[in-house]
Antibody
Framework: EVQLVESGGGLVQPGGSLRLSCAASGFTFSSYWMHWVRQAPGKGLLWVSRIHTDGTSTTYADSVKGRFTISRDNAKNTVYLQMNSLRVEDTAVYYC???????????WGQGTLVTVSS | DIQMTQSPSSLSASVGDRVTITCRASQTISSHLNWYQQKPGRAPMLLIYAASSLQSGVPSRFSGSGSGTDFTLTISSLQPEDFATYFCQQSYSTTSFGQGTKLEIK
């Protein structure tokens, strides 16, 4: 059974940092692109970042470019999102998702809440 | 960037109704269109990928169609568990989501 479990969320002050983790199981992790998608309270979905199977290629949404860094450890079946210079508008539930056919996201974690507030 | 616009933003319907949700892209995206269902407090779930391919395990009352810029998600006969929010996603150029359509019980 495919499972994705996020962790690392919490309350942080504006300008602070957090590192999110997503532990994967039930599939060959190193064969799949991985993504982070976020959802502000009561709002829609916003794609944040993606990483190639071997970690050599990464892409970011304009709103997080230069502040967030995605990485992965295929030996640990884990993808990470390092978030620096956090802003109030980064407050959201952050989901990791597996890259599926045709660029879809076929499995999602349960999400981890990041709250940026003073 | 490709903008995705869903209509309607909200919809009231009854169990057994046939429902259609529309998604329009700001430029052509071929068939790179996916649909998701999200229930309150839960992660989204993939329903349809590549505009019309049913994800494994998804009931056959869900179907998708379209190509280019205009796409539809159809639920042939609404069931109680289908009341949720639906999102479209383009995966032609990086990716972006529609704003969502909330399907409520009439």
């Amino acid at each position: 059974e495919v499972q994705l479990v996020e962790s690392g969320g919490g309350l942080v002050q504006p300008g602070g940092s957090l590192r999110l983790s997503c532990a994967a199981s039930g599939f060959t992790f190193s064969s799949y692109w991985m993504h982070w998608v976020r959802q502000a309270p009561g709002k829609g979905l916003l794609w944040v970042s993606r990483i190639h199977t071997d970690g050599t290629s990464t892409t970011y949404a304009d709103s997080v470019k230069g502040r967030f860094t995605i990485s992965r450890d295929n030996a640990k079946n884990t993808v990470y999102l390092q978030m620096n210079s956090l802003r109030v508008e980064d407050t959201a539930v952050y989901y990791c998702a597996r890259g599926g056919a045709f660029g879809s996201h076929d499995y999602w974690g349960q999400g981890t809440l990041v709250t940026v507030s003073s | 960037d490709i903008q995705m616009t869903q209509s309607p933003s909200s919809l009231s319907a009854s169990v057994g109704d046939r429902v259609t949700i529309t998604c329009r892209a700001s430029q052509t995206i071929s068939s790179h269109l996916n649909w998701y269902q999200q229930k309150p407090g839960r992660a989204p779930m993939l329903l349809i990928y590549a505009a019309s391919s049913l994800q494994s395990g998804v009931p056959s009352r869900f179907s998708g169609s379209g190509s280019g810029t205009d796409f539809t998600l159809t639920i042939s006969s609404l069931q109680p568990e289908d009341f949720a929010t639906y999102f479209c996603q383009q995966s032609y150029s990086t990716t972006s989501f529609g704003q969502g359509t909330k399907l409520e019980i009439k």
